[in-house]
């Protein structure tokens, strides 16, 4: 029942909007029935490999990679050329509202140059020991500067980016004379106001000064970074670091606008549903592709599974969690990822903003009887602020911050964190 009400909003799987004849590639028209038998031979594949499935939970999600592999947009996507984009600011143009908020979203503002990162002019001398090496970032007018020194020998690099807004942590990718990227080993984090290792890359000791310092980065994996972290910044089979706009904007979601503002423009377009079809409109998508939307930078349940992260690590993957919960069951429109939060909008912090999306499916009074339209039981305990109990915040030790666990449950005091 839940499965259905996810599958039947009436509304179109994704990729049947750029399908259109106004879609940015050739068009590859594929039907459903056949994107769906290639789904599950895709799917197929990864089952057959070594990993045991272990929760139900998993059906109808998958990989990023596979979803890449599907026709139509999705986020992390390579575009074929740079004249698709438009940029936030024309979006802008007839999405007024929308714009003004999303661009103050710390999605929007995770990446800057170094040389325009807040976190570093407020913090102008950023330091950590460790392995007898000391690691500073020093910030004047001009720049940040990386510096390790130690073994009577000392390193410096100028800062080139700076990833994540500060909200738990910031890194840092630089280059050398060789035009290759590195990454700080340092990161900062909010919680420390300081310094400490880069999270997943602390060294128990170093050979050698390089190593103490620096973490070389393929460039395959930069484009990784730069396409869950930018807008636009894989285009036409190359990194154009030049031309990327750091931050998650509009087209990063909604896929390249240049066709939809180029019919929009035209009245009569606008009115007969092309240009509507011309741009990428997540919500159109079922309950299970929609949260691996959000997954395609987040990590999904099987990019997580497949990442081989454990633990309360996992807590940074929202989408992991979430579809591990009793209440997702097998996907269900009222628990996707834009049931509680607005992507457009700031993060709401208040608990009680969140009830109505729990009673959505909850009967609210003790002892009354759950219903086919409210599957969930009752609350013994309290009728509001479901979320403060029944989403804990745990503590994930190299991030030094808590993350919101999204798999919603009576959390026992004391228990081991339930995988
Ligand atoms: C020239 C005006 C114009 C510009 C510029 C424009 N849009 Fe739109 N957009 C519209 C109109 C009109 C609609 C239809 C609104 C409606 O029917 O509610 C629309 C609808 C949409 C939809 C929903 C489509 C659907 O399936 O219902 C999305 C998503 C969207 N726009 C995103 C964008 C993005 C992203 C940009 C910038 C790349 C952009 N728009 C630029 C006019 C514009
Ligand atoms: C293109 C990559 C990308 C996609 C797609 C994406 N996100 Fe994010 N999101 C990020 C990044 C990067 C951050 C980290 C921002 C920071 O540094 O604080 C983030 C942060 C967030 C935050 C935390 C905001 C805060 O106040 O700290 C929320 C909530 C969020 N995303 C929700 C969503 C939802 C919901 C979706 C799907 C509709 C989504 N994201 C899709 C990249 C993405
Ligand atoms: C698959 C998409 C993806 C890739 C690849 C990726 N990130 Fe992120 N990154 C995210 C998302 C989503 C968040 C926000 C979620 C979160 O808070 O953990 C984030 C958060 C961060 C943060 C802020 C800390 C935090 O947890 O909020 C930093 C710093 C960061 N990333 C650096 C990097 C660097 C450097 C690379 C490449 C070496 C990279 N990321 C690769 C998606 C990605
Ligand atoms: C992190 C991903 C993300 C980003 C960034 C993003 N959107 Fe959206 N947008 C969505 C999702 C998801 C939906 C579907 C929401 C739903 O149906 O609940 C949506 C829906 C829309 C719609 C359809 C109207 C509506 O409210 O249903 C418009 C128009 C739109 N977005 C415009 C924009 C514009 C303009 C920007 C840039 C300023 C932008 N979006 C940035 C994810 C995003
Ligand atoms: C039932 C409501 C609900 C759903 C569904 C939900 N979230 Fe959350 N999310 C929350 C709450 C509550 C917070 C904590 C807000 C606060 O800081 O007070 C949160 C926080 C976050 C954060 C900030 C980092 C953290 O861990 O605190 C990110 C990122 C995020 N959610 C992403 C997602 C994504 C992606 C999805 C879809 C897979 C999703 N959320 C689905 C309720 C929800
Ligand atoms: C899509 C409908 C839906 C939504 C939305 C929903 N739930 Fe549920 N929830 C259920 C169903 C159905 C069950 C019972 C599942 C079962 O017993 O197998 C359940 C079970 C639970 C349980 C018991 C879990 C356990 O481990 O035994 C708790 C606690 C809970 N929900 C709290 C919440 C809270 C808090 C929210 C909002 C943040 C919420 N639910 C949102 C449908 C939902
Ligand atoms: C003050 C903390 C707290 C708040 C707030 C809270 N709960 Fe609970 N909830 C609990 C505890 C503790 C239990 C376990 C009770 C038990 O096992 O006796 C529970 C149990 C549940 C259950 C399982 C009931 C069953 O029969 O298995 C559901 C469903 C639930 N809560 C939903 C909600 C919803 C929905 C809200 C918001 C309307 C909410 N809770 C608010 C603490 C809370």
């Not at 259109?20 to 990864?46: D, I």
């Not at 996507?77 to 143009?93: I, K, L």
């Not at 710390?106 to 950590?128: C, G, S, T, W, Y």
Request: glycine letters at 8%; aromatic letters at 8%.
């Amino acid at each position: 029942m839940q499965n259905l009400q996810g599958r039947t909003q009436g509304k179109p799987a994704r990729g049947n909007a750029l399908e259109s004849s106004v879609a940015r590639l050739p068009p590859q028209p594929v039907p459903q029935a056949a994107r769906r038998s290639q789904r599950g031979l895709l799917r197929g594949f990864f089952l057959a490999s070594a990993i045991a499935v272990t929760a139900s939970a998993a059906k109808g999600q998958l990989s990023t990679q596979d979803h890449l592999s599907e026709p139509g947009f999705w986020p992390t996507q390579e575009q074929a050329s740079r004249a698709e984009f438009v940029g936030s600011d024309v979006c802008a143009r007839c999405h007024a509202m929308k714009t003004a908020t999303q661009k103050e979203t710390p999605m929007a503002k995770n990446l800057a140059l170094a040389q325009d990162a807040e976190v570093l002019r407020a913090h102008p001398a950023l330091a950590f020991s460790a392995n007898q090496f000391e690691y500073r970032i020093d910030t004047d007018q001009k720049q940040s500067t990386f510096s390790i020194a130690g073994e009577s020998q000392r390193l410096s690099y100028p800062l080139l980016w700076a990833f994540g807004t500060g909200r738990v942590a910031q890194s840092y990718l630089f280059k050398q004379q060789d035009g290759k990227f590195y990454e700080a080993r340092a990161s900062y984090f909010t919680n420390l106001h300081d310094q400490d290792f880069t999270p997943a890359r602390a060294l128990a000791s170093a050979s050698s000064i390089q190593q103490a310092m620096y973490r070389p980065v393929p460039m395959d994996e930069v484009r990784r970074c730069f396409a869950c972290h930018a807008t636009a910044a894989n285009v036409g089979g190359v990194f154009d670091e030049q031309h990327l706009t750091p931050g998650v904007g509009c087209e990063a979601c909604h896929g390249p606008g240049a066709g939809h503002v180029k019919l929009m423009d035209k009245r009569a377009a606008s009115l007969s549903g092309a240009g509507k079809s011309a741009i990428f409109n997540p919500g159109d998508l079922l309950a299970a592709d929609a949260v691996d939307f959000c997954g395609a930078c987040h990590g999904t349940w099987w990019d997580t599974k497949l990442s081989g992260v454990k633990g309360v690590s996992t807590a940074r993957s929202a989408p992991y969690r979430l579809v591990t919960s009793k209440c997702w069951g097998t996907g269900d429109a009222r628990l996707t990822c834009t049931a509680c939060h607005d992507p457009h909008r700031q993060l709401q912090t208040d608990a009680s903003d969140y009830d109505p999306i729990c009673l959505s499916c909850h009967v609210s009074r003790a002892g009354e009887k759950p219903t086919s339209s409210h599957p969930g039981a009752a609350c013994p305990k309290a009728r509001r602020k479901c979320t403060d109990c029944h989403m804990e915040k745990v503590y994930v030790p190299e991030m030094h911050a808590n993350f919101t666990d999204h798999r919603i449950r009576v959390a026992h005091p004391g228990e081991p964190f339930p995988e």
